[in-house]
């Protein structure tokens, strides 16, 4: 069963807009991990935030964290083309088990 | 370089037949995953391993098998009773906790005609 599911599941806007993706999850969890997918790829991790976390930046990324609802959102600020690809949430349960992740959301950046 | 790497990119074969996917690391982490992914959809724990000579299963085993023989290496066996087998694989390390960040390989797509 997938713990986070993303929304929107496809995202397009135009270069130097900003991207929300939003985030949902059913457990109780320890870490929330944001992965990023190019096309016919692997994953490349983005960021990582705790639960005892509210908000954490990198670059151009910006992740909240509300643990009361259970839900999570990535910013990506000043989208660029290369920015196009799917993102995905992952998740871990307080009980120590694996990574389960979401389904995605596909973001097109057009030029 | 230090990575991980999944041979060979693409994959074909015919129905019925067993076939094995690669995966090496030289990170020196002692975990490492399997996960499948169908087209438009996340990934799903196929197997995984936290340490030499033990794995255990992810959500969807049946019809694949792994071998952890030595700390670089995870090798993915698709078998014949795997009933839909066509689709991108790709395995992942970790540097020991399971919940830590993960490095993916860049996959490998399988095709069973």
């Known amino acids: 069963s997938q713990q986070g599911e993303e929304d929107p599941q496809a995202l397009s806007i135009q270069e130097g807009e900003n991207a929300t993706m939003n985030c949902s999850y059913k457990t109780s969890i320890n870490n929330l991990q944001w992965y990023r997918q190019n096309s016919g790829r692997g994953l490349v991790h983005l960021i990582l935030?705790?639960?005892?976390?509210r908000e954490k930046h990198s670059g151009r990324l910006r992740v909240t964290l509300d643990t009361s609802k259970k839900s999570s959102s990535l910013l990506i600020t000043a989208s660029r083309a290369a920015d196009t690809a799917s993102y995905f949430c992952?998740?871990?349960?307080?009980?120590?088990?694996?990574?389960?992740f979401g389904g995605g959301t596909r973001l097109m950046v057009k030029p | 370089d230090g990575g991980i790497t999944q041979s060979p990119k693409y994959l074909f074969r015919k129905e019925g037949q067993n076939v094995t996917l690669s995966c090496e690391q030289n990170l020196n982490h002692d975990a490492m995953y399997w996960y499948r992914q169908d087209p438009g959809q996340g990934l799903r724990l196929i197997y995984y391993s936290q340490i030499v000579n033990d794995f255990q299963k992810g959500d969807i085993a049946e019809g694949y098998s792994v071998s952890r023989e030595k700390k670089e290496s995870f090798p993915l066996t698709v078998t014949s009773a795997q009933k839909n087998p066509t689709a991108f694989y790709l395995c992942?390390?970790?540097?020991?906790?399971?919940?830590?960040?993960?490095?993916f390989g860049p996959g490998t797509r399988l095709t069973v005609l």
């Open positions: 992942a390390s970790s540097i020991g906790q399971s919940s830590g960040e993960q490095f």
């Open positions: 992952a998740t871990d349960s307080s009980a120590g088990n694996m990574l389960t």
């Open positions: 935030i705790r639960s005892n976390e």
